[in-house]
C-alpha cells in the first residue's frame, strides 16, 4: 500500500500574527513541527530550497484546513508575485522594491513578538519605524542569518536576534508613512505623496534624499541608508518647502556658479528627472525651477507654494502677441522686472505680459529722447554705451522704426544734470555746443564728461531742456557776438555770389586758406573782402572758360591735365557740387588767348545790371548779386540758399532769361535788351519774387508749426 501525503503540517496551534507574513507564519509552523533547517523541511515537502517562494509557500497554506480570515490576513501581508512585481497589501511594488536577501529584522520588534514582519521585505525600509532603529542582517557574532534558519529568537550560533529597545516615534519619518499607506499604523499625512503610488513614492523619496545629500558629482551616488528619510522630509512639506530645500543645496554647492538654464546649476539631478516616473516629475522639476531663479537671481523672500502655480511663457509666443522681437521681450521683462533669466526657454510670467505691453507704450523714438536732453540724435548711443540709457530695438520687426528709449531714464538723466554743482563763473561759459565745436569734440562724449564731473559748469540755464542749460567753464572770458561788421569783410553767400562758385566749392577755399584770414563765430563766417576780389580776378572755374569758349568744362579740365597743370579745386566723382577752379593765367597761356573768355564784355548787359542790382536791393534785400554777370550766368541766392533766381544772357537775341524758384514755386522771365523800356518790368518782376519768397516762408512756417504741434503731444 503506498502513502501519499497531502498536507505539510500536521499542526497548526500557532496564530498568525497581524504582520506577519505567509513565509514567516511558514516558517514558525516548521519550527513547530520539529525541524531544524528550512531546507530540510522544503526537501521532505517537495518545496522551493534556493529562494524565499511566497506564493508557493502561502498555496501550501491554504491547503490546510486552517481558518478563512487567517488565510486572508497571511495573503495580505505576503509580497505576493504576480506578473513582473509584487502585490502587498494591495499595492503593486516593482520587482526591485522587494527585496529577501539577506534576511532583516528589527531587534526591538523580535524581543517584543519572536516572528516575522511583512514590511520587512520592502527593500527602501531601512529603519524600524517603532523602535527608530536600522534593521539589521547580522547577528552579535557577524554572521547573516540565512532563511534556511527556523528560528527568530536565536541565530544558529545561538545570539539572540532580539533585544529590548524603547519605542519612539521621533524617527524613521519614510518608514511610518510608508506603512501608514500600506495599513500597518496610523497614517500621516504629506500633501506632495498622498495622491501618487507607493512605488512612485518611494522612487521619489529615494531620488530627492540622494540629491540633497550629496555635493555636485559627474554620476548620480547610491542610495544611502538615511536617503529615503531625508527625501520624505523634503517631500512632506508644501511645493514650496521643497524648493527651499533644494535653494539651500544651490546656496551650498553653487554660490558663485554662473550658468544660463536650470540643467546645469543641479549637476545630475536635473537630468535624471527624465527616468522617474511622470506622478510627480512636473512638480519636481518646477522645484528645480524656483530654486535656481531665487537663488541666482538674489530674490529676498522664500518660495511659497503659489509660486508654483504661476504660468510662464515661451518669448517666442509673447512677441507674437506684442508683435515685437524675441530679443524685445527679454529687453522689456527685464527693465521692468519680471524676467527670470535662470528659466528655460519660458523666462517670463503669463501675467507680465500686460505689464511689459504697457511699458513698450511709453517708450520715445530718438528724436524724442534728444529733444528732451537738448542734444544731437547721435550723441544718445555715447549716453547708451555709458549706461546712462538703454536702447530698446526690434520693437516692429520686418521695419526700420530704429530704437526706443524709456522716459524714465530720460528723467533720470535730467535729474543728474540738475544735481550737477555749478563751481565755475559765468563770465568764462560757453555753452555745450560751442565748448565742444571750439575743442573738435564729439557731442555725446561732452555729454557723458558733463555727467562724469569731468567738466566744470559755471551755469545753468532757463527756459531750455537738458544739457542745452550747461554753460561749460573756459580758460578765457566769454565774447560777447557783435552784430555789425567791417565793410572790408564779407560772408560766405557774398562770397559765392562773387566767386559765382557753389557752396561747397567755397567752403573749401576757405578751408584751405585762398581767401584769406576768416572770423568764425556761432553766428555768421567774415571773410576778407580784398581776398575774395583778388582771387575772383586771377581764378575761375572750368565751367566759365568753357562757356566762353564754346566748349564743356569738362573739355578744358582734360585739356589742362595733359598740359599738367593742376587745378587749385577739383570735382571728384560723387562729391556734392564742387567745381573745378584754375588759375586765368594757367588757361590762357594752355589755350593761347588774349582775352578772358569769363568776362563779359555788352554795354546793354551792363546797362541791366547797374539797373537790376540797386532795385533789388530796395525790394528784395536778401538777395546777393555779384558785380557783373558772367557769360556762364549767375544764380543768385539768398542768404540761406532757399530762394533763387538765375539770369542767363542770350548773346544771339540780346535777351536775358530769369529763372524764379522759391520752395518749390517757379516763374520765368525775360527781358529784351535792344530795347531801354524794362526798368518798370524789373520793378514788376521784384514785386513778383518778393510775393513769392513771403508765401512760401509763411507755407514753410505752417509746416514748422505743424511739426512741432504734433511733436510736443503727450505720448
Known sequence: MAFIQTLVFSRWDATPAVDEPAHGFFMRLAELEGSVTMTTFANWNDLEVNRVATNQLMEALERHPMPTDWFKLLRFNTPLRIGDGYVLRGHGLPYHHIRFEPRRWCPGCIHESSHHRGWWEVESIRHCPIHCVELETRDEGGAQVPWTWLGFGYSRDGFALGRQLPRRDDGAPFARYLLGRFGWLQPISAPLLDAIPIPDVIDYCEFVGRFLENPPSRKHPPVGTHSADVGFRALSGDRGDLAELMREWHRKYRGNHKARGVAAHFSWGYPKLNFLPESLRLTVRRAFHEAAVFETERY???????????????????????????????QLAKEVGVLQKTRERRTVAAHAVETIAGFKETLVPISEAARRLGINQDAIRHLVHAGYLKVFTNLRPGRRSGG??????IDTVLRLIDELPVTGSPAYGLTLHTYRVRNGLVPGAVAVACLKGEIVICEKRDNVPGFKRLMVQTDAKRKRQSFTRSEDTMTMGEAQALLNMTYETTQILVKHGHLGEVEASPRQVLI?????????????????????????????SWKMKREGVDPVVKFVKGGKHVDTVFKRADVMRVYGLEADPTILEDDRVNRFWEIIVPEAAKTCPYLIFPPK???????????????????????SFGEIHINLSARGERHKFWFDLNTEDYVAAIKEMLDVFDGMVKEATERQNAKTREWWRKRSKPL
Open 300 to 330: 529676498d523672500r522664500r518660495v511659497r507654494d503659489e509660486d508654483f502655480d504661476i504660468e510662464f511663457m515661451p518669448r517666442l509666443e509673447i512677441a507674437q502677441t506684442l508683435g515685437i522681437g524675441p530679443r524685445a521681450v527679454e
Open 404 to 409: 526706443r528709449y524709456s522716459p524714465d531714464q
Open 528 to 556: 576778407s573782402r580784398k581776398a575774395v576780389e583778388d582771387f575772383a580776378a586771377s581764378h575761375a572755374k572750368a565751367s566759365d572758360f568753357g562757356h566762353g569758349m564754346g566748349i564743356s568744362g569738362h573739355a578744358v
Open 629 to 651: 554777370l558772367p557769360p556762364s550766368g549767375q544764380r543768385v541766392w539768398n542768404s540761406n540758399r532757399g530762394l533763387s533766381a538765375h539770369f542767363q544772357f542770350d548773346p
